[in-house]
Every structure is written in C-alpha cells, then in structure tokens.
C-alpha cells in the first residue's frame, strides 16, 4: 500500500523524544492514529477532519499529534515509557457518509528500551 | 455504547474446507460494519463493508457476510479456505455520521495443509 506512507517503519528508543510522520495520498479528510499493541486489536488515539483535533482519546500526554497539511500526519512522542512498545497506524478515511472505511498504513514499529 | 465481540480467538480450518468466522455487535440503531484482515507485518485491510440494505454483501477474495439484526450478528464466510487466507480477522463497527470505528479482538485464523 503506497497510498499512505509512515516513517519511519522501525524504531527503538531509550527515553528520547522522536516523532512519527504519515502521509495520505487519497484525498480524504479524515486521518487517524491508531496505537495496536501486541496480540490486541487497534485501539484509537486521535482523530484528525479537516486539520482540525475532534477526537483526542485518553491517551499520556507524552503524545501529542500535529496536523500540518490535510494529507500530513505527524505523532510527537517524548519520554517514551515501555508501554509504549508497540506498532504505531496511520489511517485515513473520506469522512462524512463513508465513515468506518479506514484505510491503513503499513505502521511504525516502536521498540521501547 | 457500540461494542463488538468475536468470541473466538483462534479457528484452524483445513486448506479448501469452509470457514465461518462468529462477530457479534452491540448498538442502538442501525450500525455500519466491517470486517478488516490483517496480513503479518501489514496494516489492516478493508475486507468488506455492510451499509443498510442487503443483508449478504460480498466482499474481496471469495469471502461474503451476513447481516442480522435479529441475532445482531455479523459472521464472515468463505466457501473455500486458500493458505493465504492465514491472518488475523477483525470485526468493526461505526455510527452513522460518526468517526469512531470500535474494532473487536480479533479472530487468528490458521490453515492446515
């Protein structure tokens, strides 16, 4: 799938602060993070329409999204805990009538030390 | 709130046999629902999607759904089970006009020579 693209695709940090980038080339206007962690189903945590913040789940301050452009996802991590281990998604959707098609990148490894 | 169950963790089916993977949801009113794959090391993928209106809908690959608002079920079938099709399933749901996609746990499937 080269119609959304992260990176970087594996990382491993001690605690650094490191920032993970996505970007959709479908034209939608919803863009999403999704946090999967191991054995367990995607679990949202932010949610981006139109560049604008409108849902922002109960996830640690240490993250915090950026929305440059409405093709552009960016997740700012720092001070990563262990629990933070995990496969980081990109996803994006048309929004509006379509919703719950979510189309996925093919994530971000992150490996906590 | 919307829920979705997938009762079983883990299906072993011998290649070519028939395979039906169980998921249940819970909502008030009428959900749209999909069924995602997720191939090793891949992101989720779009299998399927049920809108209203005919309860059977055909999805990629061979594999088809069907919708009861009686049993509020929504099981995945496929006639004839291919080595490929060893992945995990994920059963989702969504509210009209809404943006959250509530994923269920995840169904592994693994195929047998």
């Known amino acids: 799938n080269t119609k959304i693209t992260q990176s970087p695709r594996y990382l491993i940090l001690g605690r650094a602060n490191k920032s993970l980038e996505c970007e959709q080339h479908?034209?939608?206007?919803?863009m999403y993070w999704y946090k999967q962690s191991a054995e367990k189903p995607p679990e949202l945590m932010f949610l981006?329409?139109?560049?604008?913040?409108?849902r922002n789940e109960t996830v640690p301050s240490r993250f915090i999204p950026e929305c440059p452009d409405s093709s552009k996802l960016l997740l700012h991590i720092s001070a990563v805990d262990p629990e933070d281990s995990a496969v980081y998604f990109c996803?994006?959707?048309?929004?509006?009538?379509?919703?719950?098609?979510?189309?996925f990148g093919e994530g971000s490894k992150l490996t906590v030390l | 709130a919307q829920s979705v169950t997938q009762p079983d963790a883990r299906v072993t089916v011998s290649e070519g046999a028939s395979l039906q993977l169980r998921c249940k949801y819970s909502?008030?009113?009428?959900?749209?629902l999909f069924w995602y794959v997720q191939y090793p090391r891949q992101g989720l993928q779009l299998l399927l999607k049920?809108?209203?209106?005919?309860?059977v809908v055909q999805g990629v690959n061979g594999f088809e759904a069907e919708f009861s608002k009686s049993n509020s079920s929504f099981h995945l079938r496929k006639a004839s089970v291919h080595w490929s099709d060893w992945a995990v399933y994920f059963c989702?749901?969504?509210?009209?006009?809404?943006?959250?996609?509530?994923f269920g746990s995840g169904t592994r499937l693994l195929v047998s020579p």
């Open positions: 909502y008030f009113g009428t959900p749209y």
């Open positions: 049920y809108y209203p209106g005919d309860p």
């Open positions: 981006y329409n139109l560049k604008q913040l409108i």
């Open positions: 479908l034209g939608h206007n919803a």
């Open positions: 996803a994006s959707s048309p929004g509006g009538t379509n919703t719950g098609q979510l189309y």
């Open positions: 989702a749901v969504s509210m009209s006009g809404g943006y959250k996609v509530v």
